[in-house]
């Protein structure tokens, strides 16, 4: 079992900048792709980033590329998603996810965090 605890969310102008965490605890070893979801009110769950554990890789929703960054601290378990240049359209309930492989597709993705609200006003 892995757990995943989201912190960083909150309300912000346009344009600003927030810097979601999230910390991850149990089996980690066996989940070593750590990704970014959203969901806004009646809309699917989507992917916002994803990064491998080792080596590097990433990958990033299209909306998305040139304003936020995934990272992650291997030796605090913790991921990171800085986001800049926030638009109202980034609005939405932001999760932090644990799972095997580097896909965008949720069902690829066995542990969730309880998410953590983001809202850009205009």
């Known amino acids: 079992q892995v757990q995943l605890v989201e912190s960083g969310g909150g309300l912000v102008q346009a344009g600003g900048s927030l810097r979601l965490s999230c910390v991850a605890s149990?089996?980690?070893?066996?989940?070593?792709?750590m990704a970014w979801f959203r969901q806004a009110p009646g809309k699917d769950r989507e992917i916002v980033a994803a990064?491998?554990?080792?080596?590097?890789?990433?990958y990033y929703a299209d909306s998305v590329k040139g304003r936020f960054t995934i990272s992650r601290d291997n030796a605090k378990n913790t991921v990171y998603l800085q986001m800049n240049s926030l638009k109202p359209e980034d609005t939405a309930v932001y999760y932090c996810?644990?799972?095997?492989?580097?896909?965008?597709?949720?069902?690829?993705?066995?542990?969730w965090g309880q998410g953590t609200q983001v809202t850009v006003s205009s």
């Open positions: 149990g089996r980690t070893f066996s989940s070593p792709t």
């Open positions: 996810a644990a799972g095997t492989a580097l896909t965008p597709f949720r069902f690829d993705y066995n542990y």
């Open positions: 990064m491998r554990r080792s080596g590097g890789a990433t």
